[in-house]
């Protein structure tokens, strides 16, 4: 770590902004059941779904000594995720399970910030890379 005041100034700005942000672009779902349950007096009900989500970045590389656009783009994470579930019948008792796998927010974030940080490590001049 540099000493305080040894510090260098930064030579590139990364600009960004969030301009697309849908948890829940799209999806679905859906049960499926039975009288008297789907397979007998034991399973009552299927139930399953899908949902995708997206999320949209607009980037900017910027020369702090001069103030000029280096680089700009737009980059897009999408996820999806599923979920499945199941109700139990008993003569007498019933009771539910649902589960979900991946939450499709968090997975579009990190491919949508993934494909910005190869957009940069790509465009950025080699001079700007240099070592003391």
Excluded at 66 to 77: P, Q
């Amino acid at each position: 770590m540099a000493p305080i005041g040894e510090l260098e100034g930064a030579q590139l700005l990364v600009v960004a902004a969030v301009t697309g942000f849908d948890p829940s672009v799209s999806g679905s779902s859906g049960q499926a059941s039975g009288r008297g349950g789907l397979l007998g007096d034991r399973l009552g009900a299927v139930i399953g779904g899908y949902q995708q989500a997206r999320l949209a970045l607009d980037l900017r590389v910027i020369d702090t000594a001069t103030g000029r656009i280096l680089a700009a783009t737009s980059v897009e994470g999408k996820a999806h995720g599923y979920n499945l579930g199941a109700s139990l019948l008993d003569k007498r008792a019933g009771g539910a399970l649902d589960t979900f796998a991946r939450t499709p927010m968090e997975q579009a974030i990190r491919n949508a910030i993934e494909e910005a940080v190869n957009f940069v490590a790509s465009r950025t001049p080699p001079e700007f890379y240099h070592y003391h």
